[in-house]
């Protein structure tokens, strides 16, 4: 079966460090992979999205980058945290069959809390 | 663009009661519509999914209901039980794309 893992569970990082929270899937091959950021008590915003190795797709103009160094690894990066970059990160994958009328699986998410 | 209204922002039910979500979409061109269940510090879980060419489907005490014409879908639970209390995320998908649009969720909360 397929799986996904998100790390840190955590993080409290000072304004200005920088930022890298890792994902990977397991027991498939060739996944959708995606970022989400959720404000407390909002929905879900895209971040990023990815549909093979090195081809990042940006939704939003932000201090945050991505990358996929591997199949299965999909990494959220910042240079220079911000406050308002403080929130709950998740990351997804999907199957690549079709465009869009896939599920999305969640991991269990990053809560990063900027000080 | 896709915009989904979700409602109501907050639903709390008696134990053994049914409990209703409702969500509206704006383009039509979407086809793929689940249903995401979200506890406390947890990523959110598939919990059933339609598609555009059927109005409804069943999973146990889980149901949901398409109107493609209306461009509305609904969450039924029946049966409620203390352990649905989580909030509940509606999304659809951006026909032609890999990409969702989800709507700004429910707290359900099942009363004992």
């Known amino acids: 079966s397929q799986t996904i893992h998100q790390w840190p569970a955590t993080l409290v990082q000072p304004v200005g460090s920088p930022l890298s929270l890792e994902c990977t899937v397991e027991g498939t091959s060739n996944p959708n992979l995606y970022w989400y950021r959720q404000a407390a008590g909002r929905g879900l915003q895209l971040l990023f999205y990815s549909v093979g190795i090195g081809q990042i797709s940006s939704e939003v103009p932000q201090n945050l980058s991505a990358s996929r160094p591997q199949d299965r690894q999909f990494i959220l990066s910042s240079k220079k945290l911000l406050l308002s970059d403080s929130g709950f990160y998740l990351c997804?994958?999907?199957?690549?069959?079709?465009?869009?009328?896939?599920?999305?699986?969640f991991g269990d998410g990053t809560r990063l809390s900027i000080l | 663009g896709e915009n989904v209204e979700q409602h109501p922002s907050t639903l709390s039910v008696q134990e053994g009661d049914s409990a209703v979500i409702k969500c509206t979409y704006s383009d039509s061109a979407s086809n793929y519509f689940p249903w995401y269940k979200q506890e406390l510090g947890k990523g959110p879980q598939l919990i059933i999914d339609?598609?555009?060419?059927?109005g409804e489907k069943k999973d146990q005490r889980i149901a949901v209901t398409l109107n493609k014409t209306a461009k509305h879908f609904s969450l039924h639970i029946t049966e409620t039980q203390p352990e649905d209390s989580a909030v509940y995320f509606c999304?659809?998908?951006?026909?032609?794309?890999?990409?969702?649009?989800f709507g700004t969720g429910t707290r359900l909360k099942v009363l004992a």
């Open positions: 997804a994958w999907s199957a690549r069959q079709g465009t869009g009328n896939q599920p999305q699986h």
């Open positions: 339609i598609r555009s060419n059927v």
């Open positions: 999304a659809a998908n951006l026909e032609g794309t890999y990409k969702y649009i």
